[in-house]
């Protein structure tokens, strides 16, 4: 994906017909919201974490925020209890593969692989099937949008990364949210690690509280991918096409 799909395909930008002529699979990309729409979406991949994402459900209920999780096929399978408490908690819940593997240069057979095994073990938990895919690391070949796409669901990235997986302070994690965020923003955040059940993200569970106070106080509202880019989707198919 090119840089310019990126910088031109972004909701509220004032170049959809430049956006309707690339594939359809690119177009489909979403890597923000609406940027008339003051509202952010808080995302959280790797998880589910038997500690951390844990602790990330129970802050998130206490202030009353939707996330939306990308969830590692193998974690599902693990921490099963988790992904039901999502649904519970009215959060959305994604598709990330099941080993985190890079896809970008894998075969077609194990990309389809990757996502048919993880989206069955949230459909067995949840009864739903996904509708969002994140691939792992972000990098996602033409072969890897095109069975997203062929899978029913819709490919998103981010527009802001808060290098959580870093550990580079709690403090840097809350600042670099506050001070990048805008309409329509994509959050990036990590609730466990891909291959370290070990790895600690103590910092952003102690970043999350202030990163949703601060945004709140700055005017924004925080909502799941649906209804960050569903409304978009909406008002795009009433504008007419070239």
């Known amino acids: 994906m090119s840089g310019s799909a990126r910088a031109f395909c972004g909701a509220g930008d ?7 002529l690339l594939p359809s699979v690119l177009r489909q990309t979403v890597w923000r919201g609406n940027t008339m729409d003051r ?17 990330i459900l129970d802050i998130l209920r206490r ?9 590692l096929g193998r974690h599902v399978e693990q921490h099963p ?3 039901r408490q999502m649904l519970a908690n009215a959060h959305t819940v994604g598709n990330h593969s099941y080993g985190h593997r ?7 057979k194990l990309i389809r692989q990757e996502m048919v095994e993880t989206s069955a073990a949230i459909e ?7 509708r969002f895919f994140r691939p792992p690391r972000g990098l996602a070949g033409w072969k890897t949008l095109s069975l997203a796409s062929q899978l029913g669901m819709r490919t998103v990235l981010w527009s802001l990364s808060t290098g959580d997986w870093k ?7 809350v600042r670099r949210v506050l001070d990048r965020a805008r309409n329509g923003t994509i959050v990036l955040l990590h609730d466990a690690k891909y291959d370290d059940p070990g790895e600690d993200r103590s910092q952003t569970v102690r970043a999350l509280p ?5 945004l709140r106080s700055r005017g924004y509202r925080l909502v799941t991918l649906p209804e960050l880019i569903l409304p978009q989707q909406a008002q795009e198919k009433k504008e007419p096409t070239l």
Request: one cysteine or more; hydrophobic letters at 35%.
């Open 210 to 214: 202030e990163i949703i106070r601060g």
């Open 14 to 20: 004032t170049t959809r017909g430049f956006c309707r």
């Open 124 to 130: 067995r938990i949840t009864g739903q099937k996904p």
């Open 39 to 55: 509202s952010v979406a808080l995302t959280f991949d790797d998880g589910p974490h038997p500690i951390y994402t844990a602790q």
């Open 167 to 173: 550990q580079p302070g709690t403090d840097h994690i």
């Open 102 to 108: 890079h896809l970008i240069l894998a075969p077609q």
């Open 81 to 83: 209890h988790l992904v």
């Open 63 to 71: 202030h009353r925020t939707p996330a939306t999780f990308f969830l």
